[in-house]
Every structure is written in C-alpha cells, then in structure tokens.
C-alpha cells in the first residue's frame, strides 16, 4: 500500500511563474491536508480538502493561492506569479475521515525554490 | 500565537542518554500528536495520545499529558544518533472538525 505520494519533491521557479504541486493521497483515504513549512519552523496549516470540496481555507493567503481536489485524480495546490517569499517546504497528508482518531499520514514534501 | 510550542528549541545529548522535550498548549484539545521530521524528509507519526489518557508508551518513546497544565511531554529513552531529527507536537482543537496545529519544533541532536 503505497504511501501519500507527492510530486515534483523538489521545483524551481522565477517570480512570477506558476508553481503546481500534487499530492496523491494514500488508498482509501478521501481527506486531504496541506502544510507549508518555512526553514527552522514547524508546519503551517493551509487547507483541508474532501474529494471536490474545500473544508477549510482559513490558513491559506487570499491572493495567488488556490488549491484542489478532484474527483479523480490528485490534490493540487496552485500558487500563481510566485515570488520568493513563497520559497518552502509544501507538505501532504491524508486521512481516512476527519477524525482525529484517524492519523494523517504525511507524503515527502514538495520543495519550491523561487528564484 | 502558537497553540502548541515546544520546549526547548533545541536539544543536544550523548548517545545512551535519555531526551525529553515539552509541548505546552492554549485551548481545549480532543487529543496530541508527536510526529519526527528527519532532515530534509516528511514528516513520521509517533504517537496519538487521547485528552482522556495520561500516559503512553512506544517502544522506547514515552508520553505524558496533562490536561490541567495543557502540556505534553515525550521521553526518548536510551537515545541513538538515528534518533537525531526534530520533533513536533500537533494538537487537535475542537472545530467543527478536529483541525490539527503543529508547533514549531524541539531540534534534537543525539552525539555518537
């Protein structure tokens, strides 16, 4: 069973490209969560996914930031005219339901470097 | 503000010796999660510990809560290098769903 996959692990891009981050939850898992980790810090949460709905965007910036979950295929996070403030870690996790009894499970992480 | 922070910031022990590093919390908790991040990697999953438990063990990792004091601590025993990594508390705060915030780390590092 594979685990939360996430691609590409690491991106660059100039200020003002578009960054596209994906996230493929593990089998059986409809929920899904991303977090943002800058250097030496821990993780910030940014949204909360179900399979074609956004539960909670609270944590991510109003502008340039949106993120996704189809119903088939994966989670994607999208962050358009990137600067280099944007420059972190992007984490996945998914969970079975939203439940805290239920463990997120996190994927490797997407470094985004701007340039 | 943080509502979970771990204490201390960093931590340095000789291998063989026991680590202990604290999370305090701010609100109302449905339960707290202590997670490992290796340099550079995702995060692993160490231990659920729920508000109605005081204490858990894993192998050689040992949590305590106490929910009067909001604070949480976890105890490596017999330390190893691989044991070198930071560690996070994550507490679930009662929304509508049981949002997770992690705070901001306790970097340990265990001397060979």
């Known amino acids: 069973n594979a685990g939360v996959m996430q691609n590409p692990r690491h991106l660059v891009r100039r200020r003002g490209q578009e960054a596209r981050l994906r996230c493929s939850p593990m089998?059986?898992?409809?929920?899904v969560y991303w977090y943002r980790q800058l250097p030496e810090e821990g993780l910030k949460f940014m949204v909360y996914?179900?399979?074609?709905?956004?539960?909670?965007e609270s944590g991510m910036p109003k502008e340039r930031f949106s993120a996704e979950f189809p119903k088939e295929g994966p989670s994607i996070l999208r962050i358009q005219q990137v600067v280099r403030g944007d420059s972190a870690a992007y984490f996945c996790?998914?969970?079975?339901?939203?439940?805290?009894?239920?463990?997120?499970?996190f994927g490797p992480g997407t470094r985004l470097l701007v340039l | 503000s943080q509502q979970g922070e771990e204490d201390p910031q960093a931590l340095s022990i000789q291998e063989g010796e026991n680590a202990t590093m604290n999370c305090s919390y701010k609100?109302?908790?449905?339960?707290l999660q202590w997670y490992r991040q290796n340099s550079g990697r995702g995060l692993v999953h160490l231990i659920l510990i729920r508000s109605n438990e005081r204490e858990k063990h894993s192998g050689r990792l040992r949590v305590t809560l106490d929910t009067s004091k909001k604070s949480s601590s976890l105890l490596i025993t017999a330390s190893r290098a691989a044991d070198t990594a930071s560690y996070f508390c994550a507490t679930a705060v009662k929304t509508s769903y049981d949002k997770v915030i992690f705070g901001p780390g306790t970097s340990l590092s265990v001397i060979p």
């Open positions: 089998k059986g898992h409809s929920h």
């Open positions: 609100t109302s908790i449905n339960n």
């Open positions: 996914l179900q399979k074609e709905n956004i539960i909670d």
């Open positions: 996790a998914s969970s079975r339901d939203r439940s805290i009894q239920e463990t997120q499970y």
